[in-house]
């Protein structure tokens, strides 16, 4: 039931909350994976033979990216703990995880049009709406 006491006064505020700050978390988190990569990448020259999934920036890349997703996921299911059904935070967290990573595909224009320094902005900017969105959600954020 939506109306039972002890669950949350606005559910849909807290699922397209819980949402938003897990896609906003792993967008964050891309964009400082991104920059990191472009930092290790800048110090060499054009590789002499195709890069390999050994190499430094692209382990930094797969598993920064995995990290991403995660992240996202897990902290969206714990903001929708207050939902009290662990198949909808599962559901929920799959969704903002992933949908965070297609969100940081964000990251590829940013980086061709803006650079690391652009990376590094959108890193900010979405790591404070992450940050206002959990700051409303946990009710630090109201006057």
Do not use: E, H, K, Y
Request: glycine share 16%; proline share 8%; net charge positive.
């Amino acid at each position: 039931m939506v109306n039972q006491p002890d669950g949350p006064s606005d559910p849909v505020g807290l699922v397209l909350g819980g949402l938003g700050f897990g896609v906003s978390l792993g967008v964050a988190l891309q964009a400082v994976v991104t920059w990191t990569v472009r930092g290790l990448q800048a110090g060499t020259g054009p590789p002499a033979q195709p890069p390999t999934l050994s190499s430094t920036p692209a382990l930094v890349l797969l598993l920064g990216t995995l990290a991403g997703i995660v992240a996202a996921g897990i902290s969206t299911w714990t903001l929708l703990a207050p939902i009290r059904n662990p198949w909808r935070q599962a559901m929920l967290a799959l969704i903002a995880g992933l949908g965070s990573f297609v969100v940081s595909l964000l990251t590829i224009p940013v980086d061709r049009r803006f650079g690391r320094s652009g990376l590094l902005g959108l890193a900010l900017a979405a790591g404070l709406v992450c940050m206002l969105i959990g700051r409303r959600l946990t009710g630090r954020g109201r006057a």
